[in-house]
């Protein structure tokens, strides 16, 4: 209980700090990712003075990550009717081939530099390739998430590499996509001007003085105080989610949590049944089976779980306003941990060409979003490509803020589509089937065959785009 008491007050020193700083503010850091880093810097400074935090203040923090993971991604598809793929498709296809390139992409250009850069230069394995694209599209939780497969193949330090490979992206995505935000406005490339866009914020990022309006037509000046903050105002304060059951008989959010386990429980059966397989594969099948993780099977066991209930309860059960609260509520944690245990010592060995991936991702990106965006969407082509930069660098809430600044009352169809497309790219993507796939692959197959993989997926979307855009769809 010290341990959970300790993770406690540093995640609520985090939002305390981010309410206090001004320019944390204008970074738009989550208060999970400033505790994280607070409680690093704290166990840093620690060690270099000789005197160690107790062992007993951090129990249990590195495992965190690899069990909480597991809760966030059963709780993608729980509470929300199970839409018809011809629907999704329909709604978002521009989007979901967009953010396929861009997620490919990744993949591509971190095995491009291993292989023909990094890996000549430092001596570095081909699994190397797969730490930024598991940080930038999986995030904090999926790098924590793979600690299991980074110990079974025999990598237990590229488990560190990858968290700070997911902090170095979410600082980027922030830091670059405010820039990047400043750079679209003043070349009349948002489609819906927002008082809410404070030209300062993305100038001061840069470590530029604040840029002041030219007129009073241009894009906004101040970004209401309170948004800054992170408090919802009194009076526009949103529910939290439904109670659907009467608390005499089971409290609402230990009935969702029943929910939630169910899909665990589907997923781990769905890990012993890989486990089974993989002592009738030959070797190699045999690895990978037994090397992928078990998230994105929780995954699936939400969307089982989602799917038996939208044909056999009748007085729907299941509220995703609850489910989001308990979902956020676990990666919040999970982000706190998994940032203050990163072994600094472990990644200082390997942070030359951690950095060039990591800048080299960055560099994918805003390529994506300056140059191809604007040929993919026929409408809001820069709203549209933010949402992707922010989402394939961090979590799916950093693309909407970058959007939200852009784009604060929704009158684009970008969010929409952002949203929509969500429901295809996760299981595959965003932490999905091919992340948890492609690092066992990286080992096995080698950065060769994934970076022919990457590339041809990516010829694939490219090919679907084109398509849309000869037929004006």
Same mark, same amino acid.
């Given at each position: 209980m010290l341990s959970?008491?300790?993770?406690?007050?540093?995640?609520?020193?985090?939002?305390w700090v981010r309410r206090k700083l001004v320019f944390l503010q204008k970074l738009f850091l989550p208060a999970s990712v400033i505790a994280g880093l607070l409680g690093l810097f704290v166990f840093q400074l620690a060690n270099g003075t000789g005197h160690?935090? $107790?062992?007993?203040?951090?129990?249990g923090w590195s495992d965190l990550p690899s069990a909480l993971i597991n809760i966030v991604f059963a709780c993608l598809f729980l509470g929300t009717a199970l839409p018809k793929v011809s629907k999704v498709w329909k709604s978002c296809s521009r989007q979901l081939a967009y +953010?396929?390139?861009?997620?490919?992409?990744?993949? #591509?250009? +971190?095995?491009?530099?291993?292989?023909?850069?990094?890996? $000549?230069?430092?001596?570095?394995?081909?699994?190397?390739? +797969?730490?930024?694209?598991?940080?930038?599209?999986?995030?904090?939780?999926?790098?924590?998430?793979?600690?299991? *497969?980074?110990?079974?193949?025999?990598y237990p330090e590229l488990k560190d590499y990858?968290?700070?490979s997911a902090t170095g992206g979410i600082m980027g995505a922030i830091i670059v996509g405010m820039g990047l935000v400043n750079w679209a406005v003043r070349k009349g490339y948002v489609e819906k001007r927002s008082s809410a866009f404070v030209e300062a914020t993305s100038?001061?990022?840069?470590?530029?003085?604040?840029?002041? #309006?030219?007129?009073?037509?241009?894009?906004?000046?101040?970004?209401?105080?309170?948004f800054a903050e992170g408090i919802i105002p009194v009076g526009k304060r949103p529910s939290a989610g439904k109670l659907t059951v009467s608390s005499d008989v089971i409290e609402s959010l230990s009935l969702h949590l029943v929910f939630v386990g169910a899909a665990i429980l589907l997923g781990w059966l769905m890990k012993q049944g890989l486990l089974l397989l993989a002592e009738r594969l030959p070797e190699t099948g045999a690895d990978i089976m037994g090397s992928f993780p078990l998230f994105p099977l929780c995954m699936l066991g939400g969307v089982a779980v989602q799917w038996m209930a939208d044909r056999f309860d009748k007085h729907e059960h299941m509220d995703h306003g609850l489910m989001l609260r308990i979902q956020n509520c676990a990666l919040d944690f999970l982000v706190v941990a998994a940032i203050a245990t990163i072994r600094l010592d472990v990644v200082a060995k390997g942070w030359i060409p951690l950095v060039v991936l990591i800048v080299a991702g960055i560099l994918w990106n805003v390529f994506c979003l300056v140059v191809l965006a604007r040929r993919a969407f026929k409408d809001a082509w820069f709203e549209r490509g933010i949402a992707e930069m922010g989402q394939s660098m961090g979590v799916t809430a950093t693309g909407l803020l970058l959007l939200r600044v852009v784009d604060p009352d929704y009158e684009t169809e970008a969010a929409e589509a952002f949203a929509a497309k969500q429901l295809l790219h996760e299981p595959f993507m965003g932490g999905g089937l091919w992340t948890g796939a492609a690092i066992p692959l990286l080992v096995l197959w080698g950065g060769w *065959?994934?970076? +022919?993989?990457?590339?041809?997926?990516?010829?694939?979307?490219a090919t679907v785009l084109y398509g849309m855009n000869r037929r004006g769809g």
């Open positions: 959970f008491g300790c993770l406690c007050v540093l995640l609520g020193l985090g939002y160690p935090v $107790p062992a007993t203040v951090s129990r +953010g396929q390139i861009v997620a490919w992409g990744q993949y #591509a250009v +971190g095995c491009f530099f291993v292989l023909l850069l990094l890996g $000549p230069i430092f001596g570095l394995d081909d699994i190397f390739a +797969g730490i930024m694209p598991v940080g930038f599209e999986g995030g904090h939780g999926t790098a924590g998430g793979m600690k299991e *497969t980074f110990d079974r193949l025999g990858a968290l700070a100038s001061s990022l840069a470590g530029q003085e604040a840029v002041r #309006a030219e007129s009073d037509e241009d894009v906004a000046s101040t970004i209401d105080q309170a *065959t994934i970076l +022919g993989i990457a590339l041809a997926a990516m010829a694939i979307w």
